[in-house]
């Protein structure tokens, strides 16, 4: 992330939202492109972000905040929600190509659980 640009008093509509300041993703509000210079909120202390999209990235789709290692537990809303499948770079979509959600494993396991 990097800090608000000076804009010279324009204001940039915000393309993402971001839950906590701890946050590893925000989440579009907007579609995004690959490419473009993009500004988020932090909704806890209204912070705002600036990040450059790395690929295009979907109204209601994640986006990392930072870069993320794969096998890395990744935190929205500061809690965790998945493990990384690869490694994400900062502006990347992030979903169920690079996202394996704990939900999934927990489903995995109790199947496992049972089927013995």
Sequence with gaps: MTNLPDRGGLAMAH???VHEPEDMVGV??????AGELVEGLVMADRRPVVLRARSDIPLGHKLALRDIRRGET???YNQ???EATRDIKQGEHVH???LRSIRWR???LEE????V
């Design 112 to 115: 496992a659980a049972t089927s």
């Design 15 to 17: 393309k993402f939202l």
């Design 74 to 76: 990744v935190l929205k």
């Design 80 to 82: 965790p929600i998945g």
């Design 106 to 108: 927990a489903s995995v």
């Design 28 to 33: 579009a509000v907007a579609d995004i492109a």
């Design 96 to 98: 169920t190509h690079n």
